[in-house]
């Protein structure tokens, strides 16, 4: 239901109906997943290219992630301008929205999808992460 909600906002940052992408989805037809991840109490070795979880963007069109808001998250995304990683620190109780690949198609380039990676500091990290895609004939 939020990943439909979200998807009518950006329908509508593009200029179509609000109900674009709603075609895209139906209860018994999608590729919604809810993951819990375990990142090891392994610190991440940059230099070394060892991280929790490596440069990725995801495939479908949102992914919305719970990520520990004590400053320690290890979450970074990728700013193609200055092309370095940035931290990111999100305020106590919120969530983290990521662009896919396929939203950025979709949106012709609108919002870009987002390139991500997690870094551990030596304790165990379990964030949450909601992928949301439509089936798969939806996505050629």
């Given at each position: 239901a939020l990943g439909k909600r979200l998807l009518r906002a950006f329908a509508r940052?593009?200029?179509?109906?609000?109900?674009?992408?709603?075609?895209?989805?139906?209860?018994?037809?999608?590729?919604?997943?809810?993951?819990?991840?375990?990142?090891?109490?392994?610190?991440?070795d940059e230099g070394a290219g060892?991280?929790?979880?490596?440069?990725?963007?995801?495939?479908?069109?949102?992914t919305i992630l719970a990520v520990e808001n004590d400053g320690?998250?290890?979450?970074?995304?990728?700013?193609?301008?200055?092309?370095?990683?940035?931290?990111?620190?999100?305020p106590p109780d919120h969530f983290v929205l990521n662009v896919g690949d396929l939203l950025e198609r979709w949106s012709n380039g609108?919002?870009?999808?987002t390139r991500r990676n997690a870094c551990t500091a030596a304790a165990l990290r379990l964030p949450g992460a909601?992928?949301?895609?439509?089936?798969?004939?939806?996505?050629?």
């Open positions: 940052a593009c200029g179509v109906d609000d109900a674009y992408f709603d075609a895209h989805w139906s209860a018994s037809s999608h590729n919604c997943v809810l993951r819990m991840l375990k990142y090891s109490a392994t610190r991440s060892a991280f929790a979880c490596g440069a990725h963007s995801d495939y479908g069109a949102l320690t998250s290890g979450l970074e995304i990728y700013d193609r301008d200055t092309e370095t990683w940035v931290p990111v620190t999100p609108r919002f870009a999808s909601s992928r949301f895609a439509p089936r798969d004939a939806a996505a050629e």
